[in-house]
């Protein structure tokens, strides 16, 4: 059998690389991280990327994005959201420097598209990279067999048609690939890629109103994404949930005059996946339900299976408020915060953000603030750059 090691001693990339058969999620670490960020509390899953927020405008709102305005990163957070869109062609390249306190070279990096076919109907695409860094491989005798870099990507269609001027449904199709293992064997077994597909599916409400005297714009969005197969790294081997979400959120926009707009969205967030239940010494289950059901009857039970009752499903459930100020729609400012219970993955921070227009050309930036000590994604970045090469609305 190979061994896997990294020239980054404290770092064990122990589920991520070396035991996909063996431990549900994915992870990087001594603490047990999972590669979306959060903590080994979280309920486990296969490529917790997909959970991962790409662009800089949601990532610099606190992670909320299902029921803000729409723009071509829509792609991700709700598919529907591209009915709305008002230019023909849309092009966005995002890119995060990604755990960069636990390994210096892991990276994501998002491309979406959309182009709208006539006033109600838009196709949209995007891929999504994610780039785990070089591992040095060594044999027994720590013989130098190479460098591997192991990666996962997803690549999406989409569909999104507004039915009335309010209201808009989507519908995404993707295929998902996690390359974690060079045909390495474990147990007997050859740890070979995993294949999966997924399915998203959504709806998006838009509402011109008038608050305070205000003209003013309220949103609501949900999008349950990666309803999908389950993936195995082996022939034979255990077949791991993909992390299918719920995402339900609000915004509410305000035109305080012709020069600034704010912007308040809220979203929330929940796993559909089942909750592992509570065993004793001999494996059998002492509280909570059996976690080996087919994906639809997880689905259904990730609502009721929590092993402590409905207080551990509230605190399944992640919630990021954040704001947005534009100036002259030219300049934006951006706040947010995001949270996941410490018996829930654990990650909580600040975002700050900003963006910039010209022309056809759009720029966003995002940061998260959080403590180096406490939070594995302190410190990180997200860009974005966003071109509208379409005519206008049609």
Known sequence: MKFLTTRFSRILLFAALVLPVSVFAQSIGQGGTNTNGSNSSQIPTAVPFLLITPDSRSGGMGEAGVATSPDVNANYWNPSKLAFLESDDDVSASYSPWLRNLVPDVSLSYIAYAHKLDDRNTFGASLRYFNLGSIELTDASQQSLGTYTPNEFSIDG?????????????????????????????????????????????????????????????????????????????????????????????????????????????????????????????????????????????????????????????????????????????????????????????????????????????FDFAYIAASQQSSPLANTLRFTLMLNIGSGKK
Request: glycine residues 10%.
């Open 158 to 362: 989409s569909f999104a048609r507004k039915f009335g001027n309010d209201f808009s449904l989507g519908l995404s199709l993707r295929y998902i690939h996690s390359s974690l293992a060079n045909g390495s064997f474990l147990s007997g077994q050859q740890v070979k890629a995993g294949n999966a597909v997924a399915a998203d599916i959504s709806l998006y409400y838009n509402k011109p109103i008038e608050e305070f005297g205000k003209s003013a714009t309220f949103s609501f969005g949900t999008n349950i994404s990666n309803i999908g197969s389950k993936i195995s790294y082996t022939d034979n081997g255990t077949k791991y949930f993909l992390p299918t979400n719920l995402k339900i959120g609000i915004a509410n926009t305000i035109n305080i005059d012709e020069y600034s707009q704010f912007t308040f969205a809220l979203d929330l967030n929940k796993l559909l996946v089942p909750t592992p239940p509570i065993l004793d010494a001999n494996g059998n289950i002492v509280k909570g339900k059996s976690a080996d059901v087919s994906v639809p009857a997880g689905i259904f039970e990730s609502f009721t299976d929590a092993p402590n009752g409905f207080s551990q499903e509230l605190q399944q459930i992640n919630i990021s408020p954040g704001i947005e100020y534009w100036y002259n729609k030219q300049f934006a400012l951006r706040a947010g915060y995001f949270y996941e219970n410490p018996n829930n993955g654990g990650l909580h921070y600040f975002t700050l953000g900003t963006g910039f227009r010209y022309d056809i050309f759009a």
